[in-house]
């Protein structure tokens, strides 16, 4: 089952294989994750940086977050599929873009987070926990 995560940007260049399941999942409504996603939110898979194998190089965008952590946004040089990021509150964890998986259905998003922030037409599933910022025990 493991396999299933795998994908990378829209020409090929940048692409990852996870060797295990997330370990959280979820939307992030964040006006940096908007900005870069092309809609209201980006979904993001947090893995364990030791079960994700990358290959292909990405370019780099750095910008700190509110909690003043830094978040490096990873996107394609060639076709500008953003595929990944890491943040310094979490050092040993890559957040794969689910837009990026080749097969999205195996994403299962478990929270909603930057509520506050969200566009009236980017409507989320009612039924998962939301936070208008960050949940507290969550140190990114
Ligand atoms: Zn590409
Ligand atoms: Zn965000």
Known sequence: MTTEFI???????????????????GHCHCVDCRKSSGTGHCSHLAMNADDVEITGKAIQFD???????????????????????TNSGMPGFVFLRASSL??????????????????S?????????SFETMPPEMPI
């Open 7 to 25: 994908g990378g940007c829209l020409c090929g260049a940048v692409t990852y294989k996870a060797t295990a399941a997330p370990q959280l999942g």
């Open 63 to 85: 910008k700190p977050a509110d909690s003043g952590n830094m978040v490096s946004r990873f996107f394609c040089g060639t076709c500008g599929g953003a595929v990944y990021s």
């Open 102 to 119: 080749d097969n999205p259905e195996v994403f299962s998003p478990s929270m909603i987070v930057y509520t506050r922030a969200a566009p």
């Open 121 to 129: 037409w980017d409507v989320m599933d009612t039924s998962l926990p």
